[in-house]
């Protein structure tokens, strides 16, 4: 893909007609917008974020998350604790998206960076689904095998697409907050739509059924693949691999080493580690409880669906109120947010909502979108430091690293779940002791404000690394014709110019 440096004033606005109608010019909004993206970042791109955020991560995910849950309640039968420690397993490739970083940045195949890769995780994909869904009787590990096989194909394609956003981002920064909405909308979007399917074809198809529909999303990746545009590099040299290899790893300690990396990655991991997943013996209690509200396939697809609305709130009002904010700050009020958001779980476990007169879906349903709301404001600002964090000629290798440092901490925040768990003796019979669970998780929740003085202070929008981390003391002629020339500057070019 072949991104030119252009003026953003003139050319990353979007035009409003002279008389419009207010009416008109917000629904026409969201139409201008991605016009403007698809005109600045080329439309295959565009189409990779939506297709891959959108369809296959946000659809295919939301509609995953549900069959999973119930595959492992009703087919294998583990308990909450277990069932939280197991499909912790299944996010492994996600710890190692460096790995897939650096093959996608040093090692071409065919003369093409990102093309091969998606149409490989899309291929991977659709095998791992197939095996789940064709196979009766299937082993628990075996089962968690393809699990995992499937989760690394989708960390493969996201790893490919989240270079080409990382290397938009840094040389279009005007566009990063712009980018990372539109991966956010997109990923709401198929994870609303996805969810509210997904209980209504559990019921219909079972969880084997839909693990089969979901080779689907995973074709889609592939279809990426085919149609992305990107630059061929002919005559690579195999021979160089290993070279290379040593070379990403050198350039990453040499970045991380840097304190305006390390800080923010630290918290980053604090903040997701300590926000304790209980969410498998919240899930036992409201579908198998007798004291709980006993929801249907149905109803938990529904609620969760509703509750995608919150995460499109939460992405459309960072768009467009908090985007320009420092990022300590918002990362202060959202992390309080949270915490203080867990207490609805609180309120409904203890049945408290009931002497209020709020029925559980009702106020389950708000609690969702609060919840989701919140979760999508803590999440973007990290984001966008994450995105502007990657210094150049090794994005996709870097904001892997970056990202398996938050997913390393969602897995620690996994484990640490199914230990509380399983500690307070929440079984699929017992919930005796789900309060309390969910109270420490609650104030656990708080811990990361004590190091919040890791968090930079800078404006998102201005905020940028020094120019010896960033690579950008390379000669300015130099650097437009890479521009011009690769989609996605190779580590040997950026190591080359140092």
């Known amino acids: 893909m072949v991104v030119e440096d252009q003026d953003l004033e003139t050319t990353g606005s979007i035009h409003v007609d002279k008389g419009e109608s207010r009416f008109l010019t917000v629904m026409c909004g969201p139409i201008r917008w991605i016009k403007m993206l698809s005109k600045e970042l080329h439309w295959s791109f565009v189409f990779g974020v939506v297709s891959l955020y959108g369809i296959n991560q946000g659809l295919g995910g939301s509609m995953g998350r549900v069959a999973?849950?119930?595959?492992?309640?009703?087919?294998?039968?583990?308990?909450?604790?277990?069932?939280?420690?197991?499909?912790?397993?299944?996010?492994?490739?996600w710890i190692i998206k460096p790995l897939w970083g650096i093959l996608t940045d040093v090692l071409p195949i065919f003369g093409y960076h990102r093309r091969p890769y998606f149409i490989l995780a899309g291929v991977l994909g659709v095998v791992s689904m197939l095996f789940i869904s064709l196979h009766s009787n299937l082993h628990l590990y075996f089962a968690l095998m393809w699990m995992t096989l499937s989760s690394a194909a989708m960390a493969i394609a996201d790893v490919t697409i989240d270079a080409c956003t990382a290397y938009n981002s840094i040389k279009q920064s005007a566009l990063a907050s712009d980018m990372q909405s539109l991966c956010s909308l997109s990923s709401s979007i198929g994870a609303l739509v996805g969810y509210f399917m997904s209980g209504i074809l559990v019921h219909l198809v079972g969880s084997k059924g839909v693990f089969g529909l979901l080779t689907l999303p995973f074709a889609l990746v592939s279809v990426v693949g085919i149609v992305f545009s990107e630059s061929?590099?002919?005559?690579?040299?195999?021979?160089?691999?290993?070279?290379?290899?040593?070379?990403?790893?050198?350039?990453?300690?040499?970045?991380?080493?840097?304190?305006?990396?390390?800080?923010?990655?630290?918290?980053?991991?604090?903040?997701?580690?300590?926000?304790?997943?209980?969410?498998?013996?919240?899930?036992?209690?409201?579908?198998?409880?007798?004291?709980?509200?006993?929801?249907?396939q149905e109803t938990v697809g529904f609620i969760l669906s509703i509750g995608s609305v919150g995460s499109i709130l939460g992405a459309t009002l960072y768009q467009l109120v908090l985007k320009d904010h420092p990022f300590r700050g918002l990362c202060l009020w959202t992390q309080l947010l949270f915490a203080l958001s867990g207490m609805l779980d609180l309120i409904v476990v203890l049945r408290l909502n009931l002497k209020l007169g709020l029925p559980d879906y009702l106020f389950?349903?708000?609690?969702?979108?609060?919840?989701?709301?919140?979760?999508?404001?803590?999440?973007?600002?990290?984001?966008?430091?994450?995105?502007?964090?990657?210094?150049?000629?090794?994005?996709?290798?870097?904001?892997?690293?970056?990202?398996?440092?938050?997913?390393?901490?969602?897995?620690?925040?996994?484990?640490?779940?199914?230990?509380?768990?399983?500690?307070?003796?929440?079984?699929?019979?017992?919930?005796?002791?789900?309060?309390?669970?969910?109270?420490?998780?609650?104030v656990m929740r708080l811990l990361p404000l004590f190091v919040l003085f890791l968090v930079p202070k800078g404006d998102?929008?201005?905020?940028?690394?020094?120019?010896?981390?960033?690579?950008?003391?390379?000669?300015?002629?130099?650097?437009?014709?890479?521009?011009r020339n690769l989609e996605m500057a190779s580590l040997v070019h950026s190591v080359d110019r140092r």
């Open 68 to 93: 999973t849950e119930y595959y492992m309640k009703d087919v294998q039968k583990v308990q909450p604790s277990e069932s939280q420690a197991l499909t912790a397993i299944t996010k492994i490739p």
């Open 460 to 483: 998102q929008n201005t905020f940028k690394l020094p120019s010896e981390i960033m690579g950008e003391d390379s000669e300015e002629g130099d650097e437009k014709e890479e521009t």
């Open 364 to 442: 389950i349903v708000v609690d969702e979108v609060v919840s989701q709301m919140i979760g999508r404001l803590k999440w973007m600002p990290l984001l966008v430091l994450t995105s502007k964090l990657c210094p150049h000629g090794i994005e996709g290798t870097f904001f892997a690293l970056l990202m398996s440092i938050d997913n390393a901490g969602l897995m620690t925040s996994s484990w640490l779940g199914g230990v509380l768990l399983h500690v307070l003796k929440v079984t699929r019979t017992e919930f005796g002791n789900l309060w309390l669970a969910v109270l420490v998780r609650n």
């Open 232 to 296: 061929h590099v002919p005559g690579f040299s195999y021979k160089q691999v290993n070279q290379r290899f040593t070379d990403a790893g050198r350039a990453m300690w040499r970045t991380m080493k840097c304190s305006d990396v390390w800080r923010p990655c630290l918290y980053m991991y604090i903040s997701l580690a300590l926000s304790l997943n209980i969410h498998e013996g919240l899930f036992y209690w409201f579908t198998d409880s007798k004291d709980g509200p006993l929801f249907a």
